[in-house]
């Protein structure tokens, strides 16, 4: 498992304890994050849903709740960075939707093996600057020791969207764009869409190497 793949666990796994400690002080932005998970987590418990059979529909139901949760444009621009501005419209909107399925399809699968590995969350506060907004917690690991995990949203048409997730520090998003620029850089912009197409990839659009949270 790499670094990425497990802060996407976290990610998604954290907002379920801070609901179950009862945070009298969270505002919106936490709110928002707390509800998402506490769906994400009825689905991969519901007894209904579990077996090889129900994988699709499992799998759609989530994506649905991440299309809910994240502002996936604002991410693929963020992760793609000044090539953006190079990019059609068309090539934008192919691009967001190749970029939401690369994470979706990367860490889906991942996610129906985590109800396994909840940890404590401690809740560390929450900073709402105009339409942004920072929610910061610790995962306590099996050995007391913090992961620092930090959510970063905007608000979008009333809505608290998540944009970007820090683990330990390390943004998700920069771990994409780092990836996507060196592709784009030594091959083209066109080869890079083939990648995300074909997932020939491999490593390339994993995230960086591991960091193991015992």
């Known amino acids: 498992m790499r670094f990425v793949t497990r802060?996407?666990?976290?990610?998604?796994?954290?907002?379920?304890?801070?609901?179950?400690?009862?945070?009298?002080?969270?505002?919106?932005?936490?709110?928002?994050?707390?509800?998402t998970t506490d769906q994400v987590l009825k689905i991969l418990e519901d007894p209904k849903l579990q077996g090889a059979d129900k994988q699709a529909e499992r799998q759609e139901r989530l994506r649905q709740i991440s299309n809910q949760a994240f502002n996936w444009k604002e991410m693929a621009q963020r992760a793609l960075a000044t090539h953006w501005r190079e990019r059609t419209?068309?090539?934008?909107?192919?691009?967001?939707?190749?970029?939401?399925?690369?994470?979706?399809?990367?860490?889906?699968?991942?996610?129906e093996t985590a109800t396994q590995d909840k940890q404590d969350i401690q809740?560390?506060?929450?900073?709402i600057?105009?339409?942004r907004?920072?929610?910061?917690?610790?995962?306590?690991?099996?050995?007391?020791?913090?992961?620092?995990?930090?959510y970063?949203?905007?608000?979008?048409?009333?809505?608290?969207?998540?944009y970007d997730v820090l683990i330990e520090g390390i943004s998700l998003v920069n771990n994409y764009r780092s990836q996507f620029n060196r592709?784009?850089?030594?091959?083209?912009?066109?080869?890079?869409?083939?990648?995300?197409?074909?997932?020939?990839?491999?490593?390339?659009?994993?995230g960086s190497p591991e960091r193991k949270v015992q």
């Open 7 to 35: 802060g996407w666990t976290i990610l998604l796994l954290s907002a379920w304890w801070l609901s179950a400690v009862g945070l009298a002080t969270a505002g919106e932005p936490t709110d928002m994050v707390r509800q």
């Open 89 to 111: 419209p068309q090539q934008q909107q192919e691009f967001t939707a190749l970029f939401r399925d690369l994470v979706e399809r990367t860490y889906i699968n991942r996610l």
């Open 123 to 127: 809740y560390v506060g929450e900073q």
């Open 129 to 131: 600057d105009g339409p």
């Open 133 to 150: 907004a920072v929610v910061k917690t610790n995962v306590v690991t099996k050995r007391n020791q913090p992961v620092p995990l930090e």
């Open 152 to 162: 970063r949203l905007h608000k979008a048409d009333g809505r608290w969207l998540i």
């Open 183 to 206: 592709i784009i850089s030594s091959s083209s912009y066109n080869d890079l869409v083939q990648k995300m197409k074909t997932r020939q990839g491999g490593d390339e659009l994993s």
